[in-house]
C-alpha cells in the first residue's frame, strides 16, 4: 500500500496535483488539513482511497473535523491538530491517541514536518507543501508503505 500524506495546501494545489501524478498511483491519499475548498480537485486527482479533515482555515467546508481509519492492520487518527495545541507540544494528540487506540497519528498546522515515535505512537505531520515554515523552508510531504508483511516505512521528501 502507497500512502501520500500533505497538509496545509492553502489552495496552492500545483505541487501537490504533480506529486499525484509524478509520484503515483498511491493506495490512500491523506490530506491534514487546510485544504481551503479544493477538496474535489484533490480526490479526483488522487483516485484513490482519501481521507481529508478541515483545518483552522477550512471555514466552509463540509469535511469532518478529524477522522479514524484503518490502514493495513494499523488504526489512523486524523486531525489538523489547532485544537490539540500541536504548535506546541503533543501530549494533547498523544493522549487523545491513545483514548481512541491509534497508532498512528496524522496532523498539520504547523507547517514543519515531522515524523516521529512516542509511546507507541507513530506522530506524522507532513508540513506543508505550499508555505514551509521550518528552517530553510523547503516544501515537504510524506510518502508511506505498508507491505505484504504489514510493515510500515516512512519518509519526509522535500522539493
Known sequence: MRILVVSDTHRHD????????HRGPFDMFIHCGDVEGSETKLSLAANC??????????????LPRETEFMMGNYKAFLTHG??????????????????????????????????????????????????PRQEGRRQSYVLMEINEKSELSYEICYI
Not at 482511497?49 to 463540509?62: I, K, L, Q
Not at 493522549?95 to 491509534?102: F, L
Not at 515524523?115 to 507543501?129: E, H, Q, R, T, V
Request: hydrophobic share 40%; net charge negative; with cysteine.
Open 14 to 21: 500545483e505541487l501537490c496535483l504533480a506529486l499525484l501524478e
Open 49 to 62: 482511497e482519501c481521507h481529508m479533515v478541515t483545518g483552522n482555515n477550512d471555514f466552509f467546508s463540509s
Open 82 to 131: 489547532h485544537t490539540y495545541h500541536c504548535s506546541f507540544e503533543l501530549e494533547y494528540l498523544k493522549q487523545e491517541a491513545i483514548s481512541r487506540g491509534a497508532n498512528i497519528v496524522f496532523y498539520g498546522h504547523t507547517h514543519k514536518p515531522v515524523a516521529k515515535w512516542d509511546s507507541g505512537i507513530l506522530f506524522i505531520n507532513p508540513g506543508s507543501i505550499s508555505f
